[in-house]
Nanobody, 116 residues
Framework: QAQVVEFGGGLVQPGGSLRLSCAPS????????TRWYRQASGDQREFVAA???????AYSDSLKGRFTISRDNDKNTVYLQMSNLKSEDTAIYLC??????????WGQGTQVTVAS
């Protein structure tokens, strides 16, 4: 079972930056695809970004340019670097890991709050 560990949420001022990280709780677990989603209060879950095991990335069109997804293969960890944050980026950010078998595993989410 690929339990998901997320770190990096918090409170940041508008224009600031945060980096989220996501990894399987057992570091040796092979992961084919990592996706970040976010869900603001009262809204539907929204795709943010994804990266596969070949390093190919995909982004929500509305976030491209401010958010960057990357991976550290040695640590089997994926990072979501968020810059120039805006109040509308406030949400719970959830990591979704897809194993080579196709099974998907969700983290509990990490809260990102952008406020002055």
């Amino acid at each position: 079972q690929a339990q998901v560990v997320e770190f990096g949420g918090g409170l940041v001022q508008p224009g600031g930056s945060l980096r989220l990280s996501c990894a399987p709780s057992v570091s040796s677990t092979p992961i084919r695809l990592t996706r970040w989603y976010r869900q603001a209060s009262g809204d539907q879950r929204e795709f943010v970004a994804a990266i596969n095991d070949a390093g190919i990335t995909a982004y929500s069109d509305s976030l491209k340019g401010r958010f960057t997804i990357s991976r550290d293969n040695d640590k089997n960890t994926v990072y979501l670097q968020m810059s120039n944050l805006k109040s509308e980026d406030t949400a719970i950010y959830l990591c979704n890991l897809v194993r080579p078998t196709g099974s998907q595993h969700w983290g509990q989410g990490t809260q990102v709050t952008v406020a002055s």
